[in-house]
């Protein structure tokens, strides 16, 4: 069956990055999209961008002014989403979706990223 | 970015009810629209895609319908465990956006 696994948790000081991984297991890795979303506690959900699992191509929102960037590793079948210039604000669970639309949606179980001094 | 407003915020309901939740969009987006369900602690659940589908497994109580700006959810007889908080997302455009999400709870 479709998985999703993410990493733990991690706790950050305002200014450092975090790097989140998504690895994937149970269908091809490069024929859908992995999208990233943010949820702040107790808020809405928030969409971060996307990376196109076959040829790198990514999507970003521009809320994040250049801070996020998602990568992937096909031999691992495992996307990336790093973070830079935290700050309190970032505080939040951070997911991986398999494509956000559709009939093949799929999510991990969330990474509960901290940032504090 | 195109604004998604969902009404009402919270809502309160018996289990056997129909329940109605709305999304308006800041600009016509087509059908361009889904619907998720979340629970505490949970990754969201596609519920509805393209305004009015249902993925494999979503039960027939769940409907969408709508187009351009105004869409609606609908649950048709309350179970118990549809309690939890349902966003819209619109997929027209970049940014993709949220509402800001209905939670539904027990009378």
């Known amino acids: 069956q479709v998985q999703l696994v993410q990493s733990g948790a991690e706790v950050k000081k305002p200014g450092a990055s975090v790097k989140v991984s998504c690895k994937a297991s149970?269908?091809?890795?490069?024929?859908?999209?992995i999208h990233w979303v943010r949820q702040a506690p107790g808020q809405s959900l928030e969409w971060m961008g996307w990376?196109?699992?076959?040829?790198?191509?990514?999507k970003y929102s521009q809320s994040f002014q250049g801070r996020v960037t998602i990568t992937r590793d096909t031999s691992a079948s495992t996307a990336y989403m790093e973070l830079s210039s935290l700050r309190s604000e970032d505080t939040a669970v951070y997911f991986c979706?398999?494509?956000?639309?559709?009939?093949?949606?799929?999510w991990g179980q969330g990474t509960l990223v901290t940032v504090s001094s | 970015a195109i604004q998604m407003t969902q009404s009402p915020s919270s809502l309160s309901a018996s289990v056997g009810d129909r329940v109605t939740i709305t999304c308006r969009a800041s600009?016509?987006?087509?059908?361009?629209l889904c619907w998720y369900q979340q629970k505490p602690g949970k990754a969201p659940k596609l519920l509805v895609y393209?305004?009015?589908s249902l993925p494999s497994g979503v039960p027939s109580r769940f409907s969408g319908s709508g187009f351009g700006i105004d869409f609606t959810l609908t649950i048709s007889s309350l179970q118990p465990e549809d309690f939890a908080t349902y966003y819209c997302?619109?997929?027209?455009?970049?940014?993709?956006?949220f509402g800001q999400g209905t939670k539904l709870e027990i009378k």
């Open positions: 979706s398999r494509d956000l639309v559709g009939v093949h949606v799929s």
């Open positions: 149970g269908y091809i890795f490069t024929s859908h999209l």
């Open positions: 990376i196109n699992a076959d040829n790198g191509n990514t």
């Open positions: 600009e016509g987006i087509r059908n361009d």
């Open positions: 393209a305004a009015s």
């Open positions: 997302l619109q997929d027209y455009n970049y940014p993709y956006t």
